[in-house]
């Protein structure tokens, strides 16, 4: 089961900033939180990740919980591009490859 | 730099019948995994390879097997199909060196239709 829980949509304005949350509860002192997104009719691709302090990058903002047990990705302008399924994943030691996919959050962007 | 890239793009099989998908990795990765997407649904892990051995396994039968080549491509092999193995298969690489910070590189999968 997936370690996280996500609303299952969320909609947005055109140049409007997103805040897409996400509950990790159960997090442990080494997980990292990764966020994906999935385009239609494309593999995730990755989006940003973080351990304790928000980070920001070209693509995204994310805004980490002082307790972590939740975390935030912020889009600052969607553009309908954004349009995609956002997935928040923690990855665990070892650090391999098996992420564990929830449903994710449905971004819809209108124009 | 081509990223991933998976063979077939779709395909069409039958009941009973073993199919196998391929899969190159991104230029300078070492790991390959696999995830099965069923419609609507989030990726679900089915195994990875390094080295080309098969490192952590998800929780799918053993009709699902795999292979890693020395050139790090790889192959997902899935026998004796059900109806239920009609996914997405995506192929995702990346760097075993980079730990818990590397990002995962996924192709375009394939859509594999049982009938």
């Known amino acids: 089961d997936a370690k996280t829980t996500q609303p299952n949509s969320m909609e947005s304005n055109e140049e409007e900033p997103v805040h897409l949350p996400c509950n990790h509860s159960?997090?442990?002192?080494?997980?990292?939180i990764h966020w994906y997104r999935q385009l239609p009719s494309q593999g995730p691709e990755y989006v940003i990740h973080g351990l304790t302090s928000n980070v920001n990058n070209r693509m995204a903002s994310l805004a980490i919980a002082e307790d972590r047990k939740s975390s935030t990705l912020i889009l600052h302008r969607a553009t309908l591009r954004d349009a995609a399924v956002y997935y928040c994943?923690?990855?665990?030691?070892?650090?391999?490859?098996?992420?564990?996919f929830g449903p994710g959050t449905r971004l819809s962007v209108l124009p | 730099d081509a990223g991933v890239t998976q063979s077939p793009t779709h395909l069409i099989k039958t009941r009973g019948q073993q199919v196998t998908l391929r899969c190159s990795p991104k230029?300078?990765?070492?790991?390959v995994s696999w995830y099965q997407q069923a419609l609507g649904q989030g990726p679900q892990f089915i195994f990875q390879y390094y080295e080309e051995e098969e490192r952590q396994r998800g929780n799918f039968p053993d009709r699902f097997s795999g292979h890693q080549f020395p050139n790090y491509s790889s192959e997902l092999n899935v026998n004796a199909l059900l109806l239920g193995d009609s996914a997405l298969y995506l192929c995702a690489s990346g760097l075993r060196d980079r730990g818990p910070t590397g990002e995962l590189f996924f192709g375009e999968g394939s859509r594999l239709t049982v009938l």
């Open positions: 994943i923690l990855r665990d030691f070892p650090y391999g490859q098996n992420f564990v």
């Open positions: 159960t997090i442990s002192g080494t997980d990292y």
């Open positions: 230029s300078g990765h070492d790991t």
